[in-house]
């Protein structure tokens, strides 16, 4: 992934791993809940120009 991001102040090149989970690790997110949190994800990586890679939701 060799693209940067450029504007009229900087030039950058944002690698990120983000994990969320509870203390025990319990699946929290079910059914309707875990759906819609995964297409939420989804479009605001869209609108921010940010490439998923691979994630589990």
Do not use: F, P
């Amino acid at each position: 992934m060799s693209e940067q991001r450029s504007n009229g102040h900087s030039v950058s090149r944002l690698l990120v791993h983000i994990v969320w989970s509870t203390k025990y690790r319990y699946h929290v997110l079910k059914g309707d809940i875990q759906n819609r949190c995964r297409s939420l994800l989804i479009q605001i990586c869209d609108a921010e120009d940010v490439q998923i890679l691979k994630g589990v939701i």
